[in-house]
Every structure is written in structure tokens, then in C-alpha cells.
């Protein structure tokens, strides 16, 4: 059982090039998020979904698209890079249901120069 | 609006003695409130949650947490520390009520337990 497991795991962009975050799922899981972390800021929601098919903004969602065309993947793209976007990002998955926690991917490393 | 402060940055305790990361929080509902812990280079890990019933829940590692409706904290502890418990830990809150079922996390709280 992989659990979630994110694509790519390090990462390194120039400004204004895009990219593309692969986070997939085989818990069944209904709620899919995307968060970035950074130094001093703990975890940022950037999107999140509920099912698929369905997506919505979260804390910081400027500069990035998701898309939850299955349910057990959720994509986040960044159309034009930036450096203020070097940061680890997160994926995380949970059932449908507000009482259970979540749970997280390894990680995925992006630096933009 | 949710919100979760650990007001703590970094936690430094002595091995084998008692330690207590802060946390508290503010929601407009109920709060279903969770502690995460992240190692090096990991993602985070679920320790512990707090849903409904007894104010005083336990976790992995021989962890739990103190759920105090007053005070509005949710206060991670451990009776006795180890070296391996040094890590980033998170105070997450969820609105158990309403609204969006979106997940607030704290800014992190380093661990040092000291050999």
C-alpha cells in the first residue's frame, strides 16, 4: 500500500517555464489538498478538492492550477514560474469526512531560479 | 476563520524528562483538532486527534495531547522525552461544524531533546 506518493521529488525550474506536480492517491480517498511549506510559515493550503472533478482555492492559490480529472490523482501546475515559488509542496489526502486526519506525501522539492 | 498558533518556535528539553509543545486555536465551530510530526526530509506524520469526548487523548509513540474548551489549546506532551522525538511538529485545526473542510496548520514547533 503506497499510500500518496508525489511526482517529481526534486525539482529545479527557471523563471517563466511551467511544470507540472503529480500527486496520486490508492486510499479511496475523496479529499485530495496541495500545500506548500515554507521556513517560519508552517503549511500553506494552495487548492483543494473534495471529489473529483471538483476544485477550490485554499490560503495562496495565485500562480497555480489544479485539476482532479480521477479521483486518485491531483495535479498542480505552475504556468510561469517564479522564484517566490521555490518551496516544498505537499500533497495530502483524507477521507470525506471532517474527523479523520490526512495524509502526507514525501514531498516535492522545486527551486526556481 | 480557523487559525492555529504554536507559540513556541523551537522546544529544547532534556532526555527523559517531561515535554510540552503549545498549541492553541480558534474556529468559529467545533474543533477537530490533529498533531503531526515531520521528520528530516519527510512528510508529516499523524500522531494524535482530538474529535469529541475525553479531553485527554493519546497517540503514537507514547504521545498525547490535552484538549482545553477554556483555554482554547490543544497541548502536545510526552512524560518522558526521547532523543528520537527531536523533529517539526504541527497543531492542525479543522472545523468540525461548517464551512470548508479545509485543514490550518500551525507554523511548526522544532523539538530538541537533548542527550
Known amino acids: ?113 | 476563520a480557523q487559525s492555529v498558533a504554536q507559540p513556541e518556535d523551537q522546544v529544547n528539553v532534556a532526555e527523559g524528562n517531561p515535554l510540552t509543545v503549545k498549541c492553541t486555536y480558534s474556529v468559529s465551530g467545533n474543533p477537530y483538532l490533529f498533531w503531526y510530526v515531520q521528520y528530516p526530509n519527510r512528510g508529516l506524520q499523524f500522531l494524535l486527534k482530538y474529535i469529541t469526548g475525553d479531553n485527554l487523548v493519546k497517540g503514537s509513540y507514547g504521545f498525547e495531547a490535552e484538549f482545553n474548551k477554556s483555554q482554547t489549546s490543544f497541548h502536545l506532551k510526552k512524560p518522558s522525552a526521547l532523543v528520537s522525538d527531536s523533529a517539526l511538529y504541527f497543531c492542525a485545526v479543522r472545523d468540525g461544524s461548517s464551512g470548508a473542510n479545509n485543514l490550518f496548520f500551525g507554523t511548526g514547533t522544532r523539538l530538541t531533546v537533548i542527550p
Open chain 1, 1 to 113: 500500500n503506497a499510500g500518496v506518493t508525489q511526482t517529481p521529488k526534486f525539482r529545479v525550474l527557471k523563471t517563466g517555464q511551467s511544470m507540472t506536480l503529480l500527486c496520486a492517491q490508492d486510499m479511496n480517498h475523496e479529499y485530495m489538498y496541495w500545500y506548500r511549506q515554507d521556513p517560519g510559515m508552517g503549511l500553506r493550503l494552495i487548492h483543494y478538492s473534495v471529489g473529483e472533478g471538483t476544485t477550490a482555492k485554499g490560503e495562496v492559490p495565485d500562480g497555480y492550477n489544479v485539476s482532479r480529472l480521477k479521483k486518485q490523482n491531483f495535479l498542480l501546475g505552475l504556468e510561469s514560474a517564479a522564484p517566490s515559488q521555490t518551496s516544498v509542496y505537499f500533497c495530502a489526502s483524507s477521507k470525506g469526512e471532517r474527523s479523520t486526519e490526512a495524509f502526507f506525501g514525501q514531498g516535492t522539492r522545486l527551486t526556481v531560479v
